[in-house]
């Protein structure tokens, strides 16, 4: 069923029930991982909010919750590539375990800005947890990128957080743009 969000239409592109069953095998995947650690989860607002609750809902090992919050599309359909970052971190991550969590990587850029402004604060490692990849559309190679729920194709995508002139995000499944 096609949705209209703003003044674009979008058509379904991955369901609910495949969103709950890859984010709790990505829960246990973690949890497994680092099952003699204390993991910080960071989450990237606005877009992480919902994967970043479903998912920590599934991770069975203590950890930690926080966020940060970057943009760089500011309301379109294609990254600005200038990254603004609205929330800075508040939480001392020196010798912890930080588990980045985004909800989508197309172009690399905002990743590799806000890894190169955590390392300065010297974790002991740093991993990334994305929903989507646009893998064919990724720029800038993440070495930290390990975990991924889903590798989807260079088009727009909204819901499950994922927005759209800051509209949709309030969508259960994810949806593509209609070709015009």
Do not use: W
Not at 83 to 96: E, H
């Amino acid at each position: 069923m096609k949705v209209k969000v703003a003044d674009l239409e979008f058509e379904p592109l991955i369901d609910k029930k495949a969103l709950e069953s890859r984010i709790e095998a990505l829960g246990k995947q973690l949890s497994n991982e680092y099952a003699d650690k204390t993991p910080v989860f960071l989450g990237v607002l606005n877009g992480s909010f919902m994967f970043i609750a479903d998912l920590v809902k599934h991770v069975t090992v203590p950890c930690e919750i926080t966020f940060t919050k970057l943009a760089s599309y500011y309301g379109g359909t294609s990254t600005t590539r200038n990254v603004r970052n609205d929330i800075d971190l508040s939480v001392d991550i020196a010798g912890r375990h930080v588990i980045i969590v985004e909800d989508i990587i197309d172009s690399g850029n905002t990743l590799a800005y806000l890894i190169e402004r955590l390392k300065i604060h010297k974790p002991a490692s740093l991993t990334v947890c994305a929903l989507l990849s646009k893998t064919a559309a990724i720029e800038i190679y993440i070495q930290e990128l390990r975990y991924i729920g889903f590798e989807i194709e260079n088009e727009f995508v909204v819901g499950y957080g994922l927005d759209y002139k800051e509209q949709g995000r309030n969508l259960n499944e994810i949806y593509r743009l209609v070709s015009a």
